[in-house]
């Protein structure tokens, strides 16, 4: 899992600089994590999401960003609670969930926004 600083954000998400409309940079849909390390609940989310990255290896990307560290990215999004997730479709507008969401949630949010799958 890739931790995003603004400048890989723009390379690999959205170059939010250049761009009013959102345009994704990516090859993969992913999801990005907001998160900071003295956040509870952001800690509970960790590890799960280092499970669906093994688990969806090749069909989606798990990026980070920590809130505290990238506070323009947090702002671009309006970040106001952490954790909060950014799923992002390769087409579409990306989707934001907020708080510590079960591993199932977020299974089946990846396969409905990310991977189309309705099943």
Same mark, same amino acid.
């Given at each position: 899992?890739?931790? /995003?600083? =603004?400048?890989?954000?723009?390379? +690999?998400?959205? &170059? ?6 959102? +345009?994704?940079?990516?090859? /993969? #849909?992913?999801?990005?994590? !907001? %998160? ?15 499970? $669906?990255?093994?688990? !969806?290896?090749? =069909?989606? &990307?798990? %990026? ?8 323009? $990215?947090?702002?671009? !999004? ?6 909060? /997730?950014?799923?992002?479709? $390769?087409?579409? *507008?990306? *989707? ?5 969401? #079960? +591993? *199932? ?5 990846? &396969? ?5 799958? =309705?099943?």
């Amino acid at each position: 899992m890739e931790h /995003l600083t =603004k400048q890989t954000f723009i390379d +690999k998400v959205f &170059n939010f600089e250049a761009n009013k409309e959102w +345009k994704f940079k990516g090859e /993969l #849909p992913c999801l990005i994590d !907001f %998160y900071a390390d003295w956040c509870g609940p952001c800690k509970m989310v960790a590890p799960i999401l280092e499970e $669906l990255s093994k688990e !969806f290896e090749g =069909k989606i &990307n798990i %990026y980070k960003i920590d809130t505290g560290e990238q506070q323009e $990215l947090a702002s671009v !999004f309006g970040i106001r609670s952490i954790p909060s /997730l950014l799923f992002v479709p $390769l087409e579409g *507008q990306p *989707q934001m969930a907020m708080g510590a969401l #079960p +591993k *199932q949630s977020l299974q089946s949010a990846i &396969n409905e926004i990310l991977l189309n799958n =309705k099943s």
